[in-house]
């Protein structure tokens, strides 16, 4: 039997695999980037903004009043230089500020006829954007493995980007394993619903892939469970997750299957409850096979643990970060095991919720994240505690 490996050296461990095999960057038009990771510091080409330009709508005026109005400025005009004193130009916000400009009075502030700004007062702080305001050309805007968002995608453009060098995402598959399930209906006379078919899916793209198949179920036999992993290969799949069959036991054709495929294991059981007989492991052709157990909460005990630092490493991003919390009610420890326990947030404190039991997702569904328990401890209310929280796509967690 294999000792099962601590959680935490889990994690960087399956982490330390995918980034050695990261694929290389390639230039992505930037309509295309979103969801994608830099993979260059995103720097700016120029000054932001690149040239001084009119927070307001009113007169860029040289010298005192009063200034007689020698032409129009709108966003997007050149601007000539004001050269002699006693003169303005009408502009229009975010219109190029000419040189020679002593201020910018706003519309409000000032009093004018068809020919003359008669009278204006500026305000204390310049009303228009000098060069370099928000960056100087050459800056660091943000680090390689960001990452891309819609925010990211609309900075590259304002700093003159056309494409942004990317790590592509990692295409993923999935095999749900088990006899047992039904892919419609009601469950009943023995057989269950596959809750994961439908659902993991969701959570790899979460965590930046692109899934390329779903095959749910695939039947407990070696062949099918060999069969499977190969179709996966071929239509892409650099990381193929399977749900169920990682143990030993009579339909558990897993550990076979991957042996038959001259797999490697990168890490095989984790010293983590729920869910310890995960695993990941390296096929010849530098694919990975995640095993994740069949109960769905395990299932996605595994999936933080193992899978998205696996991803994370793949796509060039660090190793997902820890959050910390404030415990709002005692959650048990599970002796030489780290516990993930889900939690959810109420009035600013990690509460455990109901219906955690490995085969239930009802918990998982009113959770935001799971509250790691080290070996040999527990968690104490009012106490910190680490937190692994669930992938989100934007604007999903408050």
């Known amino acids: 039997m294999t000792l099962p490996i601590a959680w935490a050296d889990a994690r960087k461990t399956v982490f330390a695999a995918g980034s050695a095999a990261a694929p290389g960057p390639t230039p992505v038009p930037l309509v295309e980037a979103d969801g994608l990771t830099l993979a260059d510091p995103l720097v700016t080409l120029t000054d932001l903004p690149a040239f001084p330009t009119s927070s307001v709508d009113g007169w860029a005026v040289r010298g005192p009043a009063p200034w007689r109005i020698i032409g129009q400025i709108l966003a997007g005009d050149h601007a000539e230089p004001l050269t002699a004193p006693g003169t303005c130009v009408e502009i229009a916000t975010g219109g190029m500020v000419p040189a020679g400009t002593d201020a910018v009075i706003r519309i409000e502030d000032s009093k004018y006829d068809l020919d003359n700004v008669h009278e204006g007062t500026a305000r204390k702080l310049p009303d228009w954007r000098r060069p370099g305001e928000e960056a100087d050309r050459g800056e660091e805007l943000l680090p390689a493995g960001t990452p891309v968002t819609p925010g990211v995608i609309g900075l590259a453009a304002s700093c003159g980007y056309d494409a942004l060098n990317c790590r592509p995402a990692p295409k993923a598959a999935l095999l749900v394993f088990g ?220």
Request: glycine letters at 14%; proline letters at 10%.
């Open 179 to 398: 006899d047992e399930l039904l892919t419609s209906g009601l469950p009943g006379n023995g057989r269950v619903r596959d809750a994961l078919g439908p659902s993991l899916p969701a959570w790899l793209r979460r965590a930046g892939t692109e899934v390329v198949t779903v095959r749910a179920p695939v039947a407990d036999t070696l062949a099918d469970h060999v069969a499977a992993l190969r179709s996966a290969i071929d239509a892409g799949a650099q990381v193929v997750c399977t749900t169920g069959g990682t143990m030993h036991g009579p339909v558990d054709h897993l550990h076979p299957a991957l042996a038959e495929l001259g797999a490697e294991y990168v890490v095989n059981t984790v010293a983590v409850r729920p869910g310890f007989p995960m695993l990941v492991a390296r096929l010849p052709g530098g694919q990975f096979v995640a095993g994740l157990p069949g109960n769905p909460q395990s299932t996605f005990v595994a999936l933080v643990s193992l899978v998205l630092p696996l991803l994370a490493g793949l796509t060039g991003r660090p190793l997902p970060p820890l959050g910390t919390v404030t415990l709002g009610a005692d959650v048990p420890g599970r002796g030489d095991y780290t516990h993930l326990a889900l939690v959810r947030m109420v009035d600013g404190r990690a509460h455990p919720v109901p219906h955690v039991g490995s085969s239930m997702l009802r918990g998982l569904a009113n959770s935001f994240g799971f509250a790691v328990v080290p070996p040999g401890s527990r968690g104490v209310a009012g106490e910190q505690a680490l937190v692994v929280p669930l992938p989100i796509l934007d604007g999903e967690r408050a």
